[in-house]
C-alpha cells in the first residue's frame, strides 16, 4: 500500500529528528562536564555528540527492481546512520585551583558550543514540524481514498 | 457497453501518480537534513503516458513471439542532481516541497470526487434515475 508508505516515510523523519533533539539535549545538559570518561586514570571532558543522517532505502528488493530497469526508485525516508563525536579540541582555561586542573593549571572543558546547540534544536524542531505537516498531508488524502464509491 | 467508462481507470491511474508523487515528496521533506541528498520529483505527465502507451499490443502469429515490453521506458522519478542549497550538498527547497505537497493533495482530493461523481451518476441510472 502507497500511502501508508507515505506515512511511514514521514514516520522515519520524525523518529530521526527526536534522535537529532535527544541529542542536542545531551549536549546541552553535558556543557558543563569536566569528567565524561576515565581514560589512562585521567578524567577526559565531554564531547560534543552530532548525529549523522543518510537515506534509508524503501525496501532493497524495490532498489535492486528498478535499478535494474533503469529507473529510479522512491526512496524510504531517511535513518540515523551514526552518532559522532566533535572531535575539535577542548577549550583550555587557566584556574590552578581547580580540581581537573593540569600540571600547569590549565582546565580542559567540553566542546559543547550551546549557541550551536541551539541553532541544531530549531533546525531540528522546523524540521519535525516540516514531516508532520507531510504526515498530515497523507493521513487527509488516505481519508479522502476511502469515501470513494459511498 | 462498458458499465465503467475507461476515464475511471485513467482515474485510477491519475490517484495512483498522485500516491507515487506524495512518497517522493515526503522523502524530499524526511531527508531535508541529509548530507549529499538530491531531491527527487516525479513527472506526472510521463506517467499517464506511460500507462496509456502500455496499452499497445504486439501483433502475433505464434505463441512463442514476445510481446511489447511497457518496463524499459524512462523513470517516472527523476533526480535533481544540479542544484544545491545548503554547505552539506543537500538541495531539498522546503518550500518547494510544501507547495507540491500541498498542491498534491489537491488534486487528489479533485480526482476522488470525479470518481465519485462518475460513480455516482452510475448508480442513478442503475435505479432509473430515482
Same mark, same amino acid.
Given at each position: 500500500m502507497s500511502l501508508f508508505n507515505g506515512l511511514n516515510i514521514s514516520a522515519t523523519g520524525l523518529t530521526a529528528n527526536r534522535l537529532r533533539m535527544d541529542v542536542v539535549s545531551s549536549n546541552i545538559a553535558n !556543557?558543563?562536564?569536566?569528567?565524561?570518561e576515565l581514560v589512562d586514570g585521567e578524567w577526559v571532558p565531554y564531547r560534543r555528540k552530532t548525529v549523522e543522517l543518510s537515506t534509508a532505502d524503501a525496501s532493497p528488493f524495490a532498489k535492486h527492481l528498478s535499478s535494474a530497469m533503469g529507473q529510479t526508485a522512491a526512496g524510504g525516508g531517511v535513518k540515523a546512520s551514526a552518532i559522532r563525536e566533535d572531535q575539535t579540541p577542548f577549550p583550555v582555561t587557566y584556574n590552578?585551583?581547580?580540581?581537573? !586542573?593540569?600540571a600547569e593549571g590549565y582546565v580542559r572543558t567540553s566542546n559543547v558550543d550551546p549557541i550551536q546547540e541551539m541553532v541544531d534544536l530549531m533546525s531540528a524542531t522546523r524540521s519535525y514540524e516540516a514531516n508532520v505537516t507531510a504526515m498530515n498531508a497523507s493521513k487527509s488524502m488516505f481519508m479522502k481514498a476511502l469515501e470513494i464509491g459511498k | 457497453m462498458n458499465l465503467f467508462p475507461s476515464s475511471i481507470q485513467k482515474m485510477e491511474q491519475a490517484l495512483s501518480t498522485s500516491t507515487l508523487k506524495q512518497r517522493v515528496h515526503a522523502d524530499n521533506i524526511a531527508n531535508v537534513?541529509?548530507?549529499n541528498y538530491k531531491s527527487k520529483q516525479v513527472n506526472f505527465q510521463q506517467v499517464m503516458e506511460q500507462a496509456s502507451a502500455s496499452r499497445m499490443q504486439s501483433y502475433r502469429t505464434n505463441a512463442q513471439h514476445m510481446e511489447f515490453q511497457?518496463?524499459?521506458?524512462?523513470?517516472?522519478v527523476t533526480v535533481?542532481?544540479?542544484?544545491?542549497?545548503?554547505p552539506n550538498g543537500n538541495n531539498v527547497d522546503m518550500d518547494f516541497e510544501m507547495a507540491e505537497l500541498a498542491k498534491n493533495q489537491l488534486w487528489y482530493n479533485a480526482v476522488t470526487e470525479r470518481i465519485n461523481g462518475k460513480f455516482s451518476s452510475l448508480s442513478s441510472v442503475i435505479n432509473g434515475g430515482r
Amino acid at each position: 500500500m502507497s500511502l501508508f508508505n507515505g506515512l511511514n516515510i514521514s514516520a522515519t523523519g520524525l523518529t530521526a529528528n527526536r534522535l537529532r533533539m535527544d541529542v542536542v539535549s545531551s549536549n546541552i545538559a553535558n !556543557a558543563n562536564t569536566n569528567r565524561a570518561e576515565l581514560v589512562d586514570g585521567e578524567w577526559v571532558p565531554y564531547r560534543r555528540k552530532t548525529v549523522e543522517l543518510s537515506t534509508a532505502d524503501a525496501s532493497p528488493f524495490a532498489k535492486h527492481l528498478s535499478s535494474a530497469m533503469g529507473q529510479t526508485a522512491a526512496g524510504g525516508g531517511v535513518k540515523a546512520s551514526a552518532i559522532r563525536e566533535d572531535q575539535t579540541p577542548f577549550p583550555v582555561t587557566y584556574n590552578p585551583d581547580h580540581p581537573d !586542573a593540569d600540571a600547569e593549571g590549565y582546565v580542559r572543558t567540553s566542546n559543547v558550543d550551546p549557541i550551536q546547540e541551539m541553532v541544531d534544536l530549531m533546525s531540528a524542531t522546523r524540521s519535525y514540524e516540516a514531516n508532520v505537516t507531510a504526515m498530515n498531508a497523507s493521513k487527509s488524502m488516505f481519508m479522502k481514498a476511502l469515501e470513494i464509491g459511498k | 457497453m462498458n458499465l465503467f467508462p475507461s476515464s475511471i481507470q485513467k482515474m485510477e491511474q491519475a490517484l495512483s501518480t498522485s500516491t507515487l508523487k506524495q512518497r517522493v515528496h515526503a522523502d524530499n521533506i524526511a531527508n531535508v537534513d541529509t548530507a549529499n541528498y538530491k531531491s527527487k520529483q516525479v513527472n506526472f505527465q510521463q506517467v499517464m503516458e506511460q500507462a496509456s502507451a502500455s496499452r499497445m499490443q504486439s501483433y502475433r502469429t505464434n505463441a512463442q513471439h514476445m510481446e511489447f515490453q511497457s518496463g524499459r521506458g524512462a523513470s517516472p522519478v527523476t533526480v535533481n542532481h544540479n542544484t544545491t542549497m545548503t554547505p552539506n550538498g543537500n538541495n531539498v527547497d522546503m518550500d518547494f516541497e510544501m507547495a507540491e505537497l500541498a498542491k498534491n493533495q489537491l488534486w487528489y482530493n479533485a480526482v476522488t470526487e470525479r470518481i465519485n461523481g462518475k460513480f455516482s451518476s452510475l448508480s442513478s441510472v442503475i435505479n432509473g434515475g430515482r
